[in-house]
């Protein structure tokens, strides 16, 4: 068994190339919750969905979350009514905020759904949220503070970033199921999802962060960050921004003592001697997987 700590897009694509080379009931997902969102009513978990969505074969691949074949009629009539739709919510996928916020009603954990949900779609990854509590990751910017998703879908994450917080976190613990995939998996990876905003929110619930460095040796992260560019999202931005390198280094620096190994790409290998001079092994490799034959490759090298 091996456990990849998830954010959204990047993460459910390495996990859609490791259930090609190996099988997807041996894969445990933990899932970062720190953007979730309580919206119109409904608990929201994009993370947890991008990811379900990606291995159930029905996200949608343009917007990078979603559903494809997705319609809106929902929120243009909200948009004319003048309610909040700065954060579009198709129509089928509102289906699932509605199932997941009854069965939250009815006392049921966002574990519990999301074993619900993955079974209905045939997803046989398991996914677990990193924990059942409430946490929010916040931050503090130039126009002042924002919740996760005003930050990233309201301003575009187009505003000078100060501080990030993970509210709840310190009293917040990961599941049982959680701690059991973290002590018993023989690998465990991080996946090339943002390190700040994806990645930090799981490391920050209760003892994971020391779970996870008492097996150092068996982690493997592989870098967002490629050629000094995130490929999608705000990384390397927010990296420059809270005084981090917004290279290949820089993300080695931030899991120092997490990871035993970084998984770099091929446009950064002048920078494996670096990575190696901090205690880290190194693999180059293609780490855009763009083309089945690159997503092997990574999901091979990555077990290697
Ligand atoms: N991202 C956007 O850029 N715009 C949206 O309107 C939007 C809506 C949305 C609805 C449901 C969902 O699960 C995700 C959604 N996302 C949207 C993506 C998402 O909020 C972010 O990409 C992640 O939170 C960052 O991992």
């Given at each position: 068994?091996?456990?990849?700590?998830?954010?959204?897009?990047?993460?459910?694509?390495?996990?859609?190339s490791?259930?090609?080379?190996?099988?997807?009931?041996?894969?445990?997902?933990?899932?970062?919750?720190?953007?979730?969102?309580?919206?119109?009513?409904?608990?929201?978990?994009?993370?947890?969905?991008t990811?379900?969505?990606?291995?159930?074969?029905?996200?949608?691949?343009?917007?990078?979350?979603?559903?494809?074949?997705?319609?809106?009629?929902?929120?243009?009539?909200?948009?004319?009514?003048?309610?909040?739709?700065?954060?579009?919510?198709?129509?089928?996928?509102?289906?699932?905020?509605?199932?997941?916020?009854?069965?939250?009603?009815?006392?049921?954990?966002?574990?519990?759904?999301?074993?619900?949900?993955?079974?209905?779609?045939?997803?046989?990854?398991?996914?677990?949220?990193?924990?059942?509590?409430?946490?929010?990751?916040?931050?503090?910017?130039?126009?002042?503070?924002?919740?996760?998703?005003?930050?990233?879908?309201?301003?575009?994450?187009?505003?000078?970033?100060?501080a990030?917080?993970v509210?709840?976190?310190?009293?917040?613990?990961?599941?049982?199921?959680?701690?059991?995939?973290?002590?018993?998996?023989?690998?465990?990876?991080?996946?090339?999802?943002?390190?700040?905003?994806?990645?930090?929110?799981?490391?920050?619930?209760?003892d994971?962060?020391?779970?996870?460095?008492?097996?150092?040796d068996?982690?493997?992260?592989?870098?967002?960050?490629?050629?000094?560019?995130?490929?999608?999202?705000?990384?390397?931005?927010?990296?420059?921004?809270l005084?981090?390198?917004?290279?290949?280094?820089?993300?080695?620096?931030?899991?120092?003592?997490?990871?035993?190994?970084?998984?770099?790409?091929?446009?950064?290998?002048?920078?494996?001697?670096?990575?190696?001079?901090?205690?880290?092994?190194?693999?180059?490799?293609?780490t855009?997987?763009?083309?089945?034959?690159?997503?092997?490759?990574?999901?091979?090298?990555?077990?290697?």
């Open positions: 068994m091996i456990t990849v700590l998830s954010g959204g897009v990047g993460a459910a694509r390495l996990i859609r490791l259930n090609l080379v190996m099988d997807p009931r041996d894969i445990t997902a933990v899932v970062n919750v720190g953007d979730d969102v309580l919206l119109h009513g409904l608990t929201i978990c994009p993370d947890l969905d990811i379900s969505y990606t291995l159930a074969g029905l996200n949608n691949d343009e917007l990078g979350w979603g559903l494809a074949g997705e319609t809106w009629r929902v929120m243009q009539e909200l948009r004319h009514l003048g309610g909040a739709a700065w954060f579009a919510l198709g129509d089928r996928d509102l289906a699932t905020h509605l199932y997941r916020t009854q069965r939250i009603n009815e006392g049921a954990t966002k574990t519990e759904v999301t074993r619900e949900l993955c079974e209905h779609w045939g997803v046989l990854t398991r996914l677990l949220p990193v924990t059942n509590d409430t946490i929010a990751t916040t931050f503090d910017t130039e126009i002042g503070p924002l919740g996760f998703q005003e930050y990233f879908v309201q301003h575009h994450h187009d505003v000078v970033v100060h990030i917080t509210q709840g976190a310190k009293t917040s613990t990961p599941t049982h199921e959680v701690r059991s995939a973290l002590e018993a998996s023989s690998r465990i990876i991080i996946a090339p999802s943002n390190p700040l905003i994806s990645i930090d929110p799981i490391l920050q619930v209760g994971v962060r020391e779970l996870l460095a008492s097996r150092r068996d982690v493997v992260a592989v870098s967002p960050i490629i050629n000094g560019a995130a490929l999608k999202g705000p990384a390397d931005r927010l990296m420059r921004e005084g981090h390198s917004a290279t290949s280094v820089g993300v080695a620096d931030f899991y120092q003592g997490l990871a035993g190994t970084l998984v770099i790409d091929e446009a950064d290998r002048e920078l494996a001697a670096q990575i190696e001079s901090r205690g880290m092994k190194v693999h180059v490799t293609t855009v997987m763009a083309n089945p034959d690159h997503a092997r490759r990574l999901a091979q090298v990555v077990l290697a």
